[in-house]
């Protein structure tokens, strides 16, 4: 069984000094955010609409101490920006999350943790079970975020995904980096080799 060492197993690196985190807070205040890859068990919360959930995402970018005031509609406006950026598309505006297809649920978590206007965003299988519509909306959105000078760093096993999406490949062996490649000589075959030998 593999032992991963998260106090010495390595340097990260956050607009040139090093960083460690060992809870959220300090990197979330840090401008860090992550999309997870269990949209239905950590991205939203299923019992609450769209707008409460990006809301929701907000809040949480601005809780460091102090109370918040908590405005619906502030929340609506907010969610309707969101809604119109990210072509996330519902019947009704107040539909629960929960109602919506893969797509549209993942575009609410991208929304909920981008209205906290990070300068770093880390996504972790962004298209896994969303349809073949959803995955180009999404790869668009990613490259016009990196285009915007937000840091882009994209987890996934889906290779035309990384070379569609990536500036610079990493590939992971065993909790280590074993292989970098530019996306211009990148091919899938060498980073599948990378990654089991």
């Not at 401008?31 to 997870?36: K, Q, R």
């Not at 809301?55 to 460091?64: C, E, F, H, T, V």
């Not at 943790?113 to 073949?132: H, N, Y």
């Amino acid at each position: 069984m593999l032992k991963h060492d998260f106090f010495h197993g390595g340097e990260v690196k956050l607009e040139g000094r090093s960083v460690r985190y060992r809870v959220p807070a300090p990197a979330v205040r840090d401008g860090i955010v992550y999309v997870t890859e269990e949209r239905k068990a950590e991205g939203f919360f299923e019992t609450m609409s769209i707008a409460e959930n990006i809301y929701i995402g907000k809040l949480g970018g601005q809780a460091y101490g102090g109370f918040q005031i908590v405005s619906l509609a502030e929340a609506r406006v907010v969610a309707e920006e969101w809604r119109k950026s990210l072509n996330i598309r519902a019947i009704d505006p107040d539909a629960k999350v929960i109602k919506l297809s893969g797509g549209n649920q993942q575009k609410v978590v991208i929304a909920k943790a981008l209205v906290q206007q990070p300068s770093l965003v880390i996504f972790d299988e962004p298209t896994r079970g969303v349809d073949v519509g959803a995955i180009v909306e999404i790869h668009s959105f990613i490259n016009q975020l990196a285009d915007s000078g937000i840091a882009v760093v994209v987890i996934s096993s889906y290779l035309p995904e990384i070379l569609t999406l990536s500036d610079r490949i990493l590939v992971a062996r065993q909790g280590k980096i074993v292989e970098e490649m530019d996306r211009r000589t990148a091919t899938e075959e060498a980073i599948m080799y990378a990654a089991v030998h």
